[in-house]
């Protein structure tokens, strides 16, 4: 199959923002692909040649991009970095220059999906030695036989930024009309196994039956279910009438996964840290009986039995280097709150049951502890009170309020699982440009545009933020900037969405100075959030809600 006929297809969606014209247009792609093809598509339709749940990092760095594009075709660096200062997209210079440049010093190989497909995932691959020329090597063979069109959408792809407007949600219903399967079981085996083509490649071989067959499997790692911002642990009990509450610890969520012999530890991000914890590997074994599970709890660093700020483990489960100097200095617990799966799956149980169950299985220790909890109902509210007050004065963040009937929902932000703490909410943003200082601070990005994602996943300005930085963090930042480039002007800089920012503020406004329409008073950064990506980041749709409220 050839690639020209999925680049005529981007063509298409690029041309309408109509969220139904965009799933007609995928739903009469897909009904024609055969099995060969159909995963390779729906993956890129997305833009992605892994899926979600993958350890594989696809996106490329610009630099290397640009690089390659002078090779390929004869420009000097600077003319590229030009071009991308007056599109602001590598993909449309791509396509530039690849029309710009005459045809028969080319390759002139048709290119199939799969030779694509398989080459980029090939890039993404390439480590350690020479790894630079060895990627620019392949994409020199992609771009050198690609057409104008096609030269675009491979750039696009090979940095993991498609940007059609075409979210999981569009293609997940292409998926559903183009083999005539119930919305709702295409989007629980999307769920369960977080990769849209797996799905799509049961839904057309198998149907509605064989897709009904997808299920968690240990060492799969899934979305966690996600919990919205209590107004009031009064208010959130009054409408919930009997809740689990729980202390609410301030670490990051880990999934753990037992399959066999092997222990994996995944992020919110669902990326693999295993080798970053291993002094947990033993604990979790002595600590469940030896059958497969899946467990999921909060990670915290402490000191002398004391939590100690987040920022050290997120630097713990980064880290890849003198691993065993970092157990001793920042010990970690783990409290565990939930268990997806034990001999078989266990989403569907209410939380009652599953926290029943963890309890049953486990066995406490050092390392392993279940969280605080306690059951409440509208007679007992003042019971979740006493503790929130606990759960402050211990250090931790406050409270969770969880319906205890409810099952296990991956990737949901509902109603079903609240949080409530001291501190006002936060928003998480992802830096899209910034501007160094001046003076002494002159070698230092001071200042970050940072940008949420509207509902087509398409980044919105909504702030810049200065404070809340120390110097050893700004020059961290300020790496981050040069490391993520895309070019400059003057003092200022545009990077790619890589790094996510938890800011506080003290009110949302009007201003037509951002592209949400909105901006943020005094904002605050709090911390850099390493384990979370552009996929995590706040929607306008929740600062207009903010806003209101
Ligand atoms: P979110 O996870 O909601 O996107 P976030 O990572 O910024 O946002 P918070 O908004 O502070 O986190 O609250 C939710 C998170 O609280 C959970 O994802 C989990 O990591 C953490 N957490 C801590 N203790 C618990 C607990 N007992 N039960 C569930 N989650 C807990």
């Known amino acids: 199959m050839k690639y020209k006929e999925l680049v005529d297809v981007y063509e298409a969606l690029s041309q309408t923002t109509k969220k139904l014209e965009k799933i007609a247009i995928?739903?009469?792609?897909?009904?024609?692909?055969?099995?060969?093809?159909?995963?390779?598509?729906?993956?890129?339709?997305?833009?992605?040649?892994?899926?979600?749940?993958?350890?594989?990092?696809?996106?490329?760095?610009?630099?290397?991009?640009?690089k390659a594009i002078s090779q390929i075709f004869g420009v000097s660096i600077s003319k590229v970095e030009d071009n991308v200062r007056e599109f602001g997209d590598i993909g449309q210079v791509a396509e530039k220059l690849s029309k710009e440049k005459t045809q028969q010093t080319f390759f002139s190989k048709e290119l199939t999906i799969k030779f694509v497909f398989n080459s980029i995932r090939k890039i993404a691959n390439i480590s350690g030695d020479k790894s630079q020329s060895r990627k620019i090597a392949i994409i020199s063979e992609l771009l050198s036989s690609a057409s104008g069109g096609e030269a675009k959408y491979i750039s696009k792809t090979i940095l993991e930024e498609l940007r059609l407007g075409v979210g999981e949600a569009i293609v997940r219903d292409a998926i559903s009309n183009a083999f005539g399967i119930d919305k709702e079981i295409t989007e629980r085996a999307a769920m369960l196994t977080n990769d849209l083509g797996l799905v799509a490649k049961f839904a057309k071989e198998k149907g509605e039956n064989g897709l009904k067959k997808l299920n968690l499997i240990p060492g799969r790692p899934v979305k966690?279910?996600?919990?919205?911002?209590?107004?009031?642990?009064?208010?959130?009990?009054?409408?919930?009438?009997?809740?689990?509450?729980?202390?609410?610890?301030?670490?990051i969520r880990i999934q753990i996964h037992k399959n066999g012999n092997e222990i994996n530890f995944f992020t919110r991000k669902l990326e693999n840290v295993t080798n970053a914890i291993p002094e947990m590997i033993?604990?979790?074994?002595?600590?469940?009986?030896?059958?497969?599970?899946?467990v999921e709890g909060e990670i915290i660093a402490t000191r002398d039995g004391k939590p100690i700020s987040f920022q050290y483990i997120l630097h713990r489960v980064r880290r890849k280097y003198n691993i065993d100097k970092a157990i001793k200095n920042v010990p970690l617990t783990l409290y565990l709150f939930d268990v997806l799966y034990y001999k078989t799956p266990l989403i569907d149980k209410s939380l009652k049951k599953r926290r029943e169950i963890?309890?049953?299985?486990?066995?406490?220790?050092?390392?392993?502890?279940?969280?605080?909890?306690?059951?409440?109902?509208?007679?007992?509210?003042?019971?979740?009170?006493?503790l929130f007050k606990d759960s402050i004065s211990k250090g931790h963040e406050g409270i969770m309020i969880k319906d205890p009937d409810e099952p296990y929902i991956p990737g949901i932000r509902g109603k079903k699982m609240l949080k409530f703490k001291a501190e006002p909410e936060t928003l998480d943003v992802v830096v899209v440009g910034g501007t160094?200082?001046?003076?002494?601070?002159?070698n230092f990005v001071g200042s970050y545009l940072v940008a949420l994602k509207d509902e087509d996943n398409k980044l919105k300005t909504v702030a810049h933020v200065?404070?809340?930085?120390?110097?050893?963090?700004?020059?961290?930042?300020?790496?981050?900037?040069?490391?993520?480039?895309?070019?400059?002007?003057?003092?200022?800089?545009?990077?790619?969405?890589?790094?996510?920012?938890?800011?506080?503020?003290?009110?949302?406004?009007?201003?037509?100075?951002?592209?949400?329409?909105?901006?943020?008073?005094?904002?605050?950064?709090?911390?850099?959030?390493?384990?979370?990506?552009?996929?995590?980041?706040?929607?306008?749709e929740s600062l207009k809600t903010m806003f209101k409220s």
């Open 26 to 66: 995928l739903t009469d792609f897909f009904k024609n692909i055969d099995s060969e093809n159909i995963d390779k598509v729906v993956l890129m339709s997305l833009g992605l040649v892994y899926p979600k749940n993958s350890e594989e990092e696809q996106g490329i760095g610009d630099k290397i991009l640009m």
């Open 224 to 251: 966690p279910m996600l919990a919205q911002l209590s107004p009031g642990i009064d208010i959130s009990l009054k409408e919930m009438g009997n809740a689990i509450c729980e202390t609410k610890y301030d670490g």
């Open 282 to 294: 033993e604990p979790i074994k002595n600590g469940f009986p030896n059958e497969d599970f899946i």
């Open 358 to 386: 963890l309890e049953r299985i486990i066995k406490l220790g050092d390392k392993i502890n279940l969280s605080t909890k306690i059951d409440v109902n509208v007679e007992t509210i003042y019971k979740a009170e006493e």
């Open 436 to 442: 160094y200082g001046l003076g002494r601070r002159s």
């Open 466 to 540: 200065a404070t809340g930085l120390d110097d050893e963090t700004l020059e961290h930042l300020t790496n981050l900037m040069e490391k993520y480039k895309k070019y400059d002007k003057g003092t200022k800089i545009f990077v790619e969405p890589k790094i996510i920012l938890e800011i506080a503020y003290s009110e949302v406004v009007k201003s037509p100075e951002y592209e949400t329409g909105y901006s943020l008073r005094f904002p605050v950064v709090k911390r850099i959030r390493i384990d979370k990506g552009v996929d995590d980041i706040n929607t306008v």
